[in-house]
């Protein structure tokens, strides 16, 4: 490349100037010590948690002068049920600390769903941003409107550019980008598919992608095995309100099969901040007993070190108590109902 370079490390999670790992180097030697340095340590930042995350890629770009640093990101704003267009002066750094210290500083508009982005309010954003100069406002006008075209294209839920800058010279350019996509509509992009990588992924969230189920690892300490989004929400909000800290958000879903619930069992196992399980089927499509038999053969494949609550409501529950009473497994602790079952977990891991 030549000249000043930066070195960045390709991670999914923001935070990377703060913990060291964007770097202005000037030469090879420094690259060569950026290099090493980021491809031997795990990041840690806020967004990834005490543990950080492993850098196997690396970005290396030309550099250039910065003059003034911007943020501009579409985003979906869930409560208005449209997107919205944020810019702010403040770029850079993060935009929940901006949020948090300075929101004033964070200029939104809300996106027509049908309409899109319309010129007078394009004209606004870029005006916040304090551009008055001919040829940086058809920049920053450009820059915008062809977020909000990806935005929309790819089906993000976040197209987010941190920092837009001005530099010495007067141009506009995008020197770092974010994208997050819609996985449930990743089948309409082949292209998308294509660039994922895997290894990036937690590989608990793709062993449970794997067997149909929705896994999202928490910081708490009592595993959570549901069927339903809803009722698993639910499930976790009396855990707290119980005192206690969900480890983790594990939707079975309504066609779960004894295999695809043993493993959820294991993935929640091999998390070894878990102390105690609490299992809430509402059988419908989901039926009673197959969680029952994935109980009783995670019970004897794998072993349960923990106290299993267990609280089984609908079809086929009498015949899912009849088998787990047959089973006398020790660690197994029923529940006469959904708060019955909070308290009972909550003060088996106290």
Same mark, same amino acid.
């Given at each position: 490349i030549g000249g000043r370079v930066v070195v960045k490390a390709q991670v999914f999670a923001g935070g990377r100037g703060k913990a060291g790992f964007v770097k202005l180097? !000037?030469?090879?030697?420094?690259?060569?010590?950026?290099?090493?340095?980021?491809?031997?340590?795990r990041m840690v930042s806020p967004q990834t948690g005490p543990e950080g995350i492993e850098v196997k890629k690396l970005l290396i770009a030309s550099a250039v002068d910065i003059e003034s640093e911007y943020y501009v990101a579409v985003v979906m704003d869930r409560a208005r049920r449209c997107p919205v267009v944020m810019v702010s002066r403040e770029g850079g750094v993060e935009i929940e600390v901006v949020a948090r210290e300075k929101p004033d500083a964070i200029v939104k508009r809300w996106l027509h769903p049908h309409l899109g982005l319309l010129g007078f309010q394009c004209a606004q954003l870029v005006s916040a941003l304090g551009f008055v100069e001919k040829e940086?406002?058809?920049?920053?006008?450009?820059?915008?409107?062809g977020l909000v075209d990806v935005f929309y294209e790819y089906d993000c839920a976040l197209a987010e550019i941190n920092p837009m800058v001005r530099t010495t010279s007067g141009e506009i350019l995008a020197i770092d980008a974010k994208m997050n996509f819609d996985d449930n509509a990743l089948f309409r992009h082949a292209r998308l598919q294509e660039m994922f990588d895997p290894a990036a992924e937690n590989p608990m969230e793709r062993r449970a992608k794997e067997h149909n189920l929705s896994y999202i690892p928490l910081d708490g300490n009592i595993g959570c095995l549901v069927n339903g989004a809803g009722l698993a929400m639910a499930t976790m909000d009396l855990i707290k309100l119980h005192g206690g800290d969900p480890a983790n958000f594990l939707d079975v879903g309504g066609s779960v099969t004894t295999e695809g619930a043993i493993e959820a069992f294991r993935i929640i196992l091999s998390d070894p901040k878990v102390k105690g399980i609490l299992v809430n089927i509402f059988g419908g499509i989901a039926k009673c007993d197959?969680?029952? !038999?994935?109980?009783?053969?995670?019970?004897?494949?794998?072993?349960?070190?923990?106290p299993v609550v267990v609280r089984l409501e609908g079809t086929n529950v009498e015949r899912a108590r009849a088998l787990l009473r047959e089973a006398d497994i020790s660690a197994l602790i029923t529940a006469d109902d959904l708060t019955d079952a909070a308290r009972k977990v909550c003060a088996r891991v106290a």
């Amino acid at each position: 490349i030549g000249g000043r370079v930066v070195v960045k490390a390709q991670v999914f999670a923001g935070g990377r100037g703060k913990a060291g790992f964007v770097k202005l180097c !000037d030469d090879r030697d420094q690259v060569r010590q950026a290099a090493e340095f980021m491809l031997s340590h795990r990041m840690v930042s806020p967004q990834t948690g005490p543990e950080g995350i492993e850098v196997k890629k690396l970005l290396i770009a030309s550099a250039v002068d910065i003059e003034s640093e911007y943020y501009v990101a579409v985003v979906m704003d869930r409560a208005r049920r449209c997107p919205v267009v944020m810019v702010s002066r403040e770029g850079g750094v993060e935009i929940e600390v901006v949020a948090r210290e300075k929101p004033d500083a964070i200029v939104k508009r809300w996106l027509h769903p049908h309409l899109g982005l319309l010129g007078f309010q394009c004209a606004q954003l870029v005006s916040a941003l304090g551009f008055v100069e001919k040829e940086q406002v058809r920049a920053a006008s450009r820059l915008i409107r062809g977020l909000v075209d990806v935005f929309y294209e790819y089906d993000c839920a976040l197209a987010e550019i941190n920092p837009m800058v001005r530099t010495t010279s007067g141009e506009i350019l995008a020197i770092d980008a974010k994208m997050n996509f819609d996985d449930n509509a990743l089948f309409r992009h082949a292209r998308l598919q294509e660039m994922f990588d895997p290894a990036a992924e937690n590989p608990m969230e793709r062993r449970a992608k794997e067997h149909n189920l929705s896994y999202i690892p928490l910081d708490g300490n009592i595993g959570c095995l549901v069927n339903g989004a809803g009722l698993a929400m639910a499930t976790m909000d009396l855990i707290k309100l119980h005192g206690g800290d969900p480890a983790n958000f594990l939707d079975v879903g309504g066609s779960v099969t004894t295999e695809g619930a043993i493993e959820a069992f294991r993935i929640i196992l091999s998390d070894p901040k878990v102390k105690g399980i609490l299992v809430n089927i509402f059988g419908g499509i989901a039926k009673c007993d197959t969680i029952a !038999d994935a109980l009783i053969a995670a019970a004897k494949e794998i072993g349960f070190s923990v106290p299993v609550v267990v609280r089984l409501e609908g079809t086929n529950v009498e015949r899912a108590r009849a088998l787990l009473r047959e089973a006398d497994i020790s660690a197994l602790i029923t529940a006469d109902d959904l708060t019955d079952a909070a308290r009972k977990v909550c003060a088996r891991v106290a």
